[in-house]
């Protein structure tokens, strides 16, 4: 069964605009990640977020975890036409294995 | 150059001839699996192997076996395949335990079945 689930599951948006991605997921974790995926290719590593964080930063994105919802947030800012891409959110949940949503498929028009 | 790597990239081939698609990683990686994705479905896990000689099923294990006899090499292998195996595989690896170490995925194998 999947672990996270992501929110939406499309957005597009202008260049230059925030983009919002959530992900919900069910168990109790020792941290989230978020992935990228360019259409057709493999999986890329974005940002990891331990449980007792609640906010992260990595270049224009920034992560929120809020374990009391099981909840968490992607936010792009400031995006371009690059950031294009599917984006999955991903949960180890016994630490054996790691299982990724839907994804949020972020379209971001010129 | 970290990498995992897949081959082959593309295949199309016949209901019931068997096949392998391999995967191997050059980081040491004890934790390796494989991945199907189907449109709107995500990334669903096939199996998954913690270490040389131990593997687990993932989410959709039936029609599909793997082995894990070196630590660097997890071929997915397909007894018999059928058209609804058609699909994007991805292999992927992390290393260590505790589930704070980030997945490395390879370029993605798309099989056909017809």
Redesign the interface.
């Known amino acids: ?2 672990q996270g689930e992501e929110d939406p599951q499309a957005l597009s948006i202008q260049e230059g605009e925030n983009a919002t991605m959530n992900c919900s997921y069910k168990t109790s974790i ?2 989230l ?1 978020w ?1 990228r995926q360019n259409s ?6 974005l940002i ?1 977020i ?1 449980s007792n964080e609640r906010e992260k930063h990595s270049g224009r994105l920034r992560v929120t975890l809020d374990t009391s919802k099981k909840s968490s947030s992607l936010l792009i800012t400031a995006s371009r036409a690059a950031d294009t891409a599917s984006y ?1 959110c ?1 949960t ?1 949940p016994n ?9 949020t498929r972020l379209t971001v028009k010129p | 150059e970290a990498q995992v790597t897949q081959n082959p990239r593309y295949l199309i081939t016949v209901t019931g001839k068997k096949l392998t698609v391999t995967c191997s990683q050059n980081m040491n990686h004890e934790y390796m699996s494989w991945y199907r994705q189907d449109p709107g479905l995500g990334l669903r896990q096939i199996y998954y192997s913690m270490n040389v000689e131990v593997t687990d099923k993932g989410d959709v294990p039936e029609g599909y076996k793997v082995s894990r006899k070196e630590k660097r090499n997890f071929p997915l292998i397909l007894e018999s395949p059928s058209p609804n195996q058609t699909s994007l595989y991805f292999c992927a690896s992390r290393g260590g335990a505790g589930g704070y170490t980030e997945a490395f995925f390879g370029q993605g194998t798309r099989l056909t079945v017809v």
């Open positions: 069964s999947q020792n941290n990640q992935y057709g290719r493999g999986l890329v590593h990891l331990r999955f991903a180890p630490n054996n294995d790691m299982r990724f949503g839907a994804g």
